[in-house]
């Protein structure tokens, strides 16, 4: 085993300007053992990088993702994972076998079948916002103008949120994920007004029940009301940005390879390579465990790192092209073990539509500045782009 606790880097590692994924990642993979590193408050964690690696630690019971254990993880300067005593129902932040209750009552919710069922509302909803990028005389941030507002609306429609109250919700959760310009004042009253607003929706399903996501979870009874508020809130906020992130590097991708626009492989191939949950997969080691010859001792906090596996070559060949040729199916983009992600099969399809639709449409989509002078995500734990300037 190997002990590198005297050769410590800081962490996280993005620069404005520099190539994401850091450039880093590499060399990490080529020591033995784990990396040492210090998190931007001093607290150590130890960085996983390779994909065989990454895998391991996702699936090992030792590892927990429960926040209130000794050394979990903080990237942020703000934010993190909540508690159940500060969100009732934030069940990402839970281990098996709490985890399990909550996921057992979605998974149908997302499943092939119901997303395929899904398919002609994701359709109209992306027509609809295409519609309305068209309607902008040329210009647009893309952003802004279409990848935020297409999962938000299709997650809406999901949960059952009435037409009347998107855009409170929309405006809500945009606060909630925007580290760059919003305060830590800002994000907690927006949390406070979300959740009032959402108890107040699942009363209403609760006298009044539909088709719809929340209405069918809460007649199981496996989730109580209060915990409802906060698995609604984790759905709206996990079905809005990351999905959104992913559709506007995607767009970026594509018109750089436009050899690709319209090949049925793209998705899983983008998700790999702009691996934009980098920094997600926060954990800590409730027992001694080795990974990759590195023992990591109980209540040391763990960053398995997405974007490092995916772009590691002993898993992908030419890991730094994008190249949908590829099997991508292996990558980790979306998690691993009992943790991975619930709503994929939703955004596989969302992506799915919104770059055949919007590309079929809008065909001389262009960018308005040069690829190096974007405004990509350096803040917070997801990767992206603030805006896209876009026009046709």
């Not at 390779?50 to 590892?63: G, S």
């Not at 607003?197 to 719809?212: M, Q, V, Y």
């Not at 996501?213 to 990351?242: F, K, N």
């Not at 199916?329 to 939703?346: K, T």
Request: one cysteine or more; hydrophobic letters at 40%; a negative charge.
């Amino acid at each position: 085993m190997t002990d590198v606790r005297s050769n410590v880097v800081d962490f996280p590692l993005r620069r404005r300007g520099e190539p994401f994924p850091p450039g880093e990642y590499a060399g990490m993979r080529e020591r033995e053992g784990l990396v040492r590193a210090h998190l931007p408050s001093g607290q150590p964690v130890w960085l996983v990088s390779r994909h065989e690696d990454v895998r391991a630690l996702l699936t090992d019971p030792r590892i927990s993702a429960d926040p209130t254990n000794e050394g979990f993880p903080k990237v942020a300067r703000t934010g993190g994972v909540p508690t159940q005593e500060e969100i009732p129902g934030w069940f990402v932040g839970l281990d098996p076998p709490d985890h399990d209750r909550f996921r057992k009552v979605l998974i149908p919710e997302f499943s092939v079948p119901r997303v395929r069922k899904w398919r002609p509302t994701i359709q109209a909803t992306v027509d609809e916002c295409v519609d309305e990028l068209l309607a902008r005389d040329g210009a647009a941030d893309l952003v802004a103008d279409f990848a935020l507002p297409v999962p938000s609306r299709i997650i809406c429609t999901i949960l059952g949120v009435p037409y009347a109250d998107r855009d409170f919700f929309e405006s809500r959760t945009r606060t909630l994920v925007n580290l760059a310009d919003t305060t830590e004042a800002e994000r907690a009253e927006a949390v406070r007004q979300l959740l009032r607003h959402i108890n107040r929706l699942i009363a209403i399903k609760r006298k009044w029940p539909a088709d719809d996501l929340i209405s069918r979870v809460l007649d199981t009874g496996v989730i109580s009301q209060e915990e409802m508020s906060g698995v609604v809130m984790l759905l709206l906020i996990a079905g809005h940005e990351t999905t959104a992130n992913n559709i506007a590097l995607g767009v970026v991708t594509l018109l750089s390879n436009p050899q690709w626009i319209g090949d049925d492989r793209i998705v899983d191939e983008l998700v790999r390579f702009h691996s934009v949950a980098d920094l997600v997969a926060m954990r800590t080691a409730v027992a001694d465990i080795e990974i990759g010859g590195q023992l990591i001792r109980a209540g040391e906090g763990v960053m398995p790192l997405i974007a490092a596996a995916n772009h590691d070559s002993c898993a992908f060949e030419r890991p730094q092209e994008f190249d949908p040729a590829r099997s991508a199916r292996g990558h980790v983009g979306f998690g691993f073990g009992v943790h991975q992600c619930l709503g994929q099969n939703l955004v596989r399809a969302e992506m799915d539509c919104v770059y055949r639709t919007l590309f079929e449409r809008v065909p001389d989509l262009r960018l308005t500045r040069p690829v190096e002078e974007l405004p990509f995500k350096y803040d917070g734990t997801l990767f992206g782009l603030h805006s896209l300037p876009v026009g046709w």
